[in-house]
C-alpha cells in the first residue's frame, strides 16, 4: 500500500498538512513528580477544510520509552499553570485551535514521560497506520 505521509529531517508532512518540528524540550508535568517531552511544532494546513493540528498529530504520532528492556506507550501530557511555562501552555492551547486552510500556526505537543532520563523514540504513522519513520530525543 502507498504511504500517505512523509518524514524528511524534522518535516512529517500529512494529507492535512505539515508538521515541521522546531524545538524539544523536558519540562515539568502537571502530574506531581513527573516530566513532559514537548515538541514544539508550526503546522501549515495544507487540506481543503479547517482542522485542530492536535487531532491529526496525536493520531499519526506515537511516543515510547524503554523501561526494563520494554517500551511503554507514552500518555499525551499535561503541563502545570504557572508563569513559567506560559509559553508552552499557550502552544499547547494553539494545538487545539481550528486552522483554516493555508493558514499555519505555532503549536506542540506532550507526552508524559514514565523514565526520567531514558531517551523517548517517536514514531510517525501515516493514514493505513504504516510507519513512516521514527526520531529519538533525549529527556536528559
Known amino acids: ?9 524534522q ?3 500529512t494529507k492535512q498538512g505539515t508538521f515541521l518540528i522546531t524545538e524539544n524540550h523536558v519540562t515539568a508535568s502537571a502530574t506531581k ?5 514537548i515538541l514544539k511544532y508550526t503546522f501549515t494546513n495544507t487540506g481543503k477544510s479547517q482542522l485542530v493540528p492536535s487531532d ?17 506507550t507514552l500518555e499525551q501530557g499535561s503541563l502545570p499553570f504557572s508563569t513559567s511555562a506560559t509559553n508552552d501552555d499557550n502552544l499547547e492551547n494553539a494545538s ?3 486552522i483554516k486552510p493555508n493558514h499555519h500556526i505555532k ?3 506532550s507526552w508524559q514521560l514514565v523514565k526520567n532520563g531514558a ?4 514514531s510517525f504513522y501515516d493514514t493505513h497506520h504504516q510507519l513512516i519513520g521514527t526520531r529519538q530525543y ?3
Request: aromatic share 8%; proline share 4%.
Open 11 to 13: 518535516t512529517f508532512t
Open 1 to 9: 500500500m502507498q504511504k500517505t505521509a512523509t518524514l524528511a529531517g
Open 107 to 109: 503549536a506542540e505537543g
Open 119 to 122: 531517551p523517548v523514540k517517536v
Open 33 to 37: 513528580n513527573k516530566q513532559v517531552l
Open 96 to 98: 487545539v485551535s481550528e
Open 56 to 72: 491529526c498529530w496525536y493520531k499519526y504520532v506515537k511516543a515510547t520509552q524503554t523501561v526494563n528492556g520494554k517500551p511503554k
Open 138 to 140: 533525549s529527556t536528559d
